[in-house]
């Protein structure tokens, strides 16, 4: 119980501070569950996120649920899915409330454009961070870099991406798995 | 009563729908909210977008709340949000229980490695078409380092970046 207490906190947090979606959440998520907390191993984070990324609804919401379900069952599953979304819902029901205005604030204006500078920088340390815990190899490199010139040229769906990341797995990677 | 059923069973068929995140949601909340049930006009959804980017937390939850509220009210945002939070909540759910059951399959183990440098090359992905709208003068150039410089000393909490961003911008567009 003490533990999903302390998720509901720290997913609070972690929603109503991230600006920039789901990728800019991934090194809070981290820095939270993986390296304070050590509720899951980074590579058990790093499976939650590929799957929260494969399916549908929002990669966020996905991932702070199945953290959830691995802490608490189904009540740490319900926790975390009410956790993350919280703020968001408050803060917008609040700013349709009252603060229409707010955006057209000089001030309110100049900080979002520095947020908004930060963003990406917070999705590339999500890069290296994860990327310290895959083998580089040949094949994993040849693949990571067919994937994103499958993504960014060819602009090919995500999901077909991951199967076929799923399928390299299948077929060379097995001697690897312990 | 029937205008939030609709909200709810609206927005998690978009929840369902839409694989790929926030931004991929966008084109069927459209379609949803405006030509299907005209809930909104264009310019008032374009509105939403605006603002649920420039909030914290995922763009979809936002702008779901957003749309519920400007439909029915509180209670409009609270089955919109339901709706769109449910798909996720149902299919983790499954999930987490399928992973259970084959925790120990080498084929799921497999599966897994070999999705990791996909894994990569997605969030690189996310990176350049957020760094494409993003890095628009030298001004945020320089922010996204100073914040690059703070995260990879690992010496301040990324939340704090946050707040150091926001000061920065105030800095360099309001003074220079």
């Given amino acids: ?178 | 009563m029937m205008i939030l059923l609709k909200l709810f069973v609206t927005f998690f068929k978009i929840g369902a729908l839409s694989f790929g995140g926030g931004y991929a949601m966008l084109p069927f909340i459209q379609r949803e909210i405006i030509e299907t049930n005209s809930w909104l006009t264009i310019s008032e959804f374009i509105d939403i977008i605006g603002i649920s980017q420039m909030t914290p937390g995922p763009i979809a939850i936002n702008s779901a709340t957003f749309v519920g509220y400007k439909v029915s009210g509180i209670m409009g945002s609270i089955f919109a949000t339901l709706g769109i939070t449910a798909v996720s909540f149902i299919l983790i759910s499954i999930v987490h229980k399928l992973t259970n059951k084959f925790r120990d399959s080498i084929f799921l183990k497999a599966c897994f490695l070999g999705m990791r440098p996909v894994l990569i090359a997605l969030i690189i992905n996310a990176f350049l078409s957020l760094a494409k709208s993003a890095y628009i003068d030298v001004k945020s150039v320089i922010v996204t380092l100073i914040i690059g410089g703070c995260l990879l000393s690992k010496k301040v909490h990324p939340m704090a970046t946050i707040a150091i961003a926001a000061v920065l911008g105030i800095i360099l567009w309001g003074v220079f």
């Fill in chain 1, 1 to 178: 119980m003490n533990n999903l207490y302390k998720m509901f906190i720290s997913f609070f947090k972690i929603g109503a501070v991230t600006f920039g979606g789901g990728y800019a959440m991934i090194p809070f998520i981290e820095e939270e569950v993986v390296n304070k907390n050590k509720w899951v191993s980074k590579d058990e984070f790093m499976d939650m996120l590929i799957i929260s990324q494969s399916l549908p609804g929002t990669m966020a919401v996905n991932c702070c649920t199945f953290i959830g379900y691995r802490l608490g069952g189904v009540i740490g599953g319900l926790v975390g899915v009410l956790s993350v979304t919280l703020p968001s819902f408050l803060i917008i029901i609040i700013i349709a409330i009252s603060f229409m205005q707010f955006r057209d604030n000089y001030y309110v204006n100049l900080a979002f454009k520095g947020i908004a500078a930060a963003v990406p920088m917070l999705v590339l340390t999500g890069v290296i961070s994860m990327g310290k815990s895959v083998k580089k190899n040949f094949g994993n490199i040849a693949v990571g870099i067919i994937a994103l010139i499958g993504l960014v040229i060819f602009r090919i769906h995500p999901v077909i991406i991951t199967l076929g990341g799923a399928i390299y797995g299948v077929i060379f990677l097995r001697k690897q798995v312990k």
